[in-house]
């Protein structure tokens, strides 16, 4: 970290503010120059408050030169991280480090007979998970919000059908007790700050899902994973699915270089969702594609057996028969990628 300080400051308060740092246990390299001098902080300074440090009357201005994130980052940790899913106890699909996942499913979880015969489609195309919403983050009050509870037993009774491990969304810490036998967490994109969720989740022994926020940033979604790390919980999938801007012909807009930039920062996997970045199913496609060229360990896609009467996001879901021929053309990429679908 770069400590830039004022001019005209005079050497006590210079001195002042090393042994500030020396007793935080730092050591200070100074850099006195006719009207500068730099302070450069050696040391892990991740858990330094830069707006602190810039709030102290004799700093101009401060400059990270190490990355705030830690337990996330590539440098502390070299090889791709893989993350094995069991299903309720029973296999277990991988991700991660050449292992390239295949969520698929519903939007919403509606009744069994549809969660059942989507997962029975989905796994016969290759998907190697089962999505659906039971707790559904929806823009407004009165549009269908999940079964909850209910929603969550019938993504058990389709594992067990199928034994496909089950991805579903948490959207509040209250409802964490009904996700004991849940195989993955999603944390949304509107929860991607909820920082006391992802404490709590920080303590789970389970894999999270986390998506990348509308408006956020790279560095912000990695702090995001940052949280559930420092808990201890090392299972973090991380998901780009579009982002806010100012284009209206899609949904949001597929940040495709945000897979080899997570990928080159970070040692987690990293999966990309087109089905809430494009909100067009003819899009699916040819941005799944595009994920696996630019190296993404996975995808989750929104599959539905009857769109037009879908409950949530009928009309960026494709049928099992479109989602069949994505697979169809998926997996010739993931093997040249020399990834393995398990
Ligand atoms: C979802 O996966 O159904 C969902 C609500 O996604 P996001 O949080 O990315 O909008
Ligand atoms: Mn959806």
């Excluded at 987690?268 to 060229?293: F, N, Q, R, T």
């Amino acid at each position: 970290m770069i400590v830039i300080l004022k001019q005209g400051v005079n050497d006590q308060k210079i001195q002042e503010l090393v042994s500030r740092f020396e007793q935080m246990g730092f050591s200070c390299h100074k850099s006195r120059g006719e009207h500068t001098t730099i302070l450069g902080i050696i040391g892990d300074t991740s858990r330094v408050d830069i707006e602190a440090v810039r709030a102290i009357e004799i700093v101009e201005d401060v400059k990270r030169v190490s990355e705030p994130y830690k337990t996330v980052n590539r440098k502390f940790h070299p090889e791709d991280t893989v993350i094995s899913v069991p299903a309720g106890g029973r296999g277990a699909a991988k991700i991660g480090g050449g292992h390239f996942a295949v969520i698929a499913g519903p939007c919403s979880v509606e009744n069994e007979e549809q969660i059942v015969a989507i997962a029975r489609e989905v796994k016969k195309s290759g998907a190697t998970m089962l999505r659906g919403g039971a707790f559904k983050p929806r823009t407004s009050p009165y549009s269908f919000q999940g079964l909850h509870e209910e929603g969550l037993k019938l993504l058990k009774t389709a594992r067990k059908e199928t034994g496909l491990p089950i991805v579903t969304e948490i959207m509040d810490l209250s409802h964490l007790e009904y996700f004991d036998d849940i195989d993955v967490i999603q944390v949304g994109a509107r929860n991607m700050q909820n920082f006391e969720l992802l404490k709590a989740l920080g303590h789970t022994g389970k894999p999270i899902l986390l998506k990348r926020g509308l408006a956020n940033t790279i560095e912000e979604f990695l702090m995001s994973a940052e949280y559930i790390m420092s808990g201890g919980n090392a299972q973090v999938i991380l998901c780009e699915r579009g982002i806010r801007t100012f284009e209206t012909m899609t949904r949001n807009t597929l940040d495709i270089s945000a897979v080899p930039v997570l990928k080159r920062v970070s040692h987690l996997p990293v999966i990309v969702d087109p089905s809430h970045a494009a909100g067009l199913p003819w899009l699916i496609e040819p941005l799944s594609k595009a994920s696996v060229a630019a190296g993404a360990d996975g995808l989750m896609i929104e599959v539905h057996n009857d769109p037009s009467c879908a409950l949530s996001d009928g009309s960026q879901s494709i049928t099992p028969a479109q989602f069949d021929a994505v697979m169809g053309r998926i997996k010739a990429l993931v093997s040249f990628e020399g990834k393995k679908m398990s």
